[in-house]
């Protein structure tokens, strides 16, 4: 019997800032994963800009809905 590996489409939905950057860096550890994901978006200024104009702000653990919204639109999927 083959074992074949079932990719499940990317939903959007609210993600943990560590969950989000392993998903888009999936072979590098957690910390520099997340690192490499604030870099993405703190050097685009029209996305950061929108992801920290509502209530979130850049502290918080997880990236909302509409924040990662804005990342697959710039980004693309993971």
Known sequence: ME???IE??????SY????LAHLY???MPIVPAMRK???WISRNPDLHKAMYQAAESPGDHRYTRRQVRLIV???GEP
């Open 8 to 13: 499940e489409p990317f939903v959007i939905r």
């Open 37 to 39: 994901m604030r870099y």
């Open 25 to 27: 860096n999936p072979d």
């Open 3 to 5: 074992n074949h590996c």
């Open 16 to 19: 943990s800032k560590s969950e």
């Open 73 to 75: 639109n710039t980004l």
